[in-house]
């Protein structure tokens, strides 16, 4: 289901895009999640991107979910959570049709992108993967095969501790957006993530 799509099932209309330079459009959302916040000035705002107003999304709110636009493209946000037993971090993605069983996200859904924020001690960034990539990965299901409802994201500052962690640290790399503690994000970096060549 795409931002607009959730945005109508929440009752608050069709999104609105907006220059993500609008900061008085943002702050009208309670309960934004900081990293989403911290995206917004740091990535969004440099960028020059135009966005939607963030629709919050309940039922994953411990994970920060929100859906909104991003010129034009539909984007899923979450903010992954650290666990004490695993390296990495853990994060939901997940959908649920009219009070049915959860299920995961689907090549069929208008989701273009899935952004996770991720965060540990001084580290920042942010996770930007588009829809074919967690697709071919198996995080999104095709047709309704396969597809995961949770997976772990592995920042470049973690020390992974199994080949397995490894292998999807490598991957994961590649779609990684750092975040500095002071200034703004490399915005040709957040261009080629945020506009990748989608097939």
Known sequence: ??????????????????????????????????????????????????????????????????AFTLDGLSV???????TPAKAGQFVTVWKRHAGGPIQPFDSEDDVDLLVVGVREGRSHGQFVFPRDVLCERGVFAREGSGGKRAFRVYPPWVTTTSRQAG?????????????????????????????????
Not at 10 to 31: I, L, Q, T
Request: contains cysteine.
């Open 167 to 199: 292998s999807s640290q490598r991957w994961q790399t590649n779609h990684f957006l750092p975040l500095p503690a002071t200034g703004t994000a490399d915005a040709d970096r957040a261009r080629s993530l945020y506009h990748a060549p989608r097939t």
């Open 76 to 82: 899923r946000f979450r903010t992954a959570k650290t």
């Open 1 to 66: 289901m795409s931002a607009a799509g959730s945005s109508r099932t929440a009752g608050h209309g069709a999104p609105r895009e907006v220059d993500a330079r609008d900061a008085g459009a943002w702050s009208d959302v309670a309960g934004i999640p900081a990293d989403l916040l911290a995206a917004k000035e740091l990535v969004y705002d440099p960028s020059g991107f135009t966005c939607s107003l963030p629709v919050l999304e309940a039922e994953s709110a411990d994970y920060g979910a929100c």
